[in-house]
């Protein structure tokens, strides 16, 4: 399941070939995913020009020069292809460039979405308008999560991974930033004093920094025909590593709450 540093490297990819670039064909090849397709999507994409592309939260920015913005999100299976040799059942949208370049929305479970707003409006966009701020933004420090936690009773976990809190943070990074942090996920939110909140904030921007790294040095391999964007492997700390020893020698444990995996070291994270 793409998280933030997937959905940034994709933004990435395709910003090497759509920025600049006009859109001679789009074409969405079913009425909806997630959600309805936007029945203008085709008319009001086509002929356009990219002028930038960006990523809030999970989701994927395309704005063009008619003041219309695209907005993907990958959902549980979605990956954009890069000139891909076959254009496959679960390739949902097509676009081509003027240049030649083809690109096709891929999403077999079809969680994702593709949404069309007005780019001076992309923040009232429903699923923006109560997220929190960005984990890598400038908004996001120690200080302003102490005045979010003050007096929750929830676990950090839980808090960590309320978008309105902090924004495109999932089950994976949640993890692997408790763990470098060295707080217990079922720390009540309210009760973690100022340093080790500091700590968890930079905990926070290490993981995903160094997950973007990873995903932006397979970059190259994405620009070749019939490359895929968004996948890449990582090495974690915790996460998916129940039984096998951490860093100080102890078994990761995992733990299942609502149907979510938690995984830590019952030695480091207090
Ligand atoms: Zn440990």
Redesign the pocket.
């Known amino acids: 399941m793409p998280e933030l540093p997937e959905v940034e490297t994709t933004v990435a990819g395709l910003r090497a070939v759509l920025e600049g670039a006009t859109l001679a064909r789009v074409e969405p090849r079913r009425a909806d995913l997630r959600f309805p397709i936007p029945v203008d999507l085709r008319q009001r994409l086509t002929g356009a020009t990219v002028t930038g592309l960006s990523r809030r939260a999970k989701y994927g920015l395309i704005d063009t020069d008619r003041g219309d913005t695209l907005i993907f999100h990958l959902g549980m299976s979605g990956r954009w292809r890069i000139d891909p040799a076959q254009i496959g059942a679960h390739d949902h949208l097509l676009v081509e460039t003027g240049a030649g370049r083809l690109l096709a929305l891929n999403d077999p479970r079809r969680f994702g979405s593709l949404d069309l707003v007005r780019s001076e409006a992309w923040e009232s966009y429903s699923p923006f308008t109560r997220m929190g701020p960005e984990p890598l933004g400038p908004d996001f420090d120690a200080a302003y999560l102490a005045r979010m936690l003050a007096g929750k009773a929830t676990s950090i976990k839980a808090a960590l991974l309320d978008q309105r809190i902090v924004a495109g943070l999932g089950n994976i990074y949640v993890c692997e930033a408790l763990?470098m942090a060295g707080i217990a996920p079922v720390r009540q939110a309210g009760r973690i004093g100022a340093r080790r909140l500091a700590l968890l904030v930079e905990s926070i921007r290490a993981v995903l920094t160094a997950a973007i790294a990873a995903g932006g040095s397979t970059l190259r391999d994405y620009a070749r025909p019939d490359g895929e964007l968004g996948y890449f492997s990582k090495q974690w700390r915790v996460y998916g590593r129940e039984g096998e020893l951490?860093?100080?020698?102890?078994p990761?444990r995992r733990r299942v709450d609502g149907g979510r995996s938690t995984f830590f070291?019952?030695?480091?994270?207090k």
């Open positions: 763990n951490c860093g100080c020698g102890t990761i070291c019952p030695k480091c994270q």
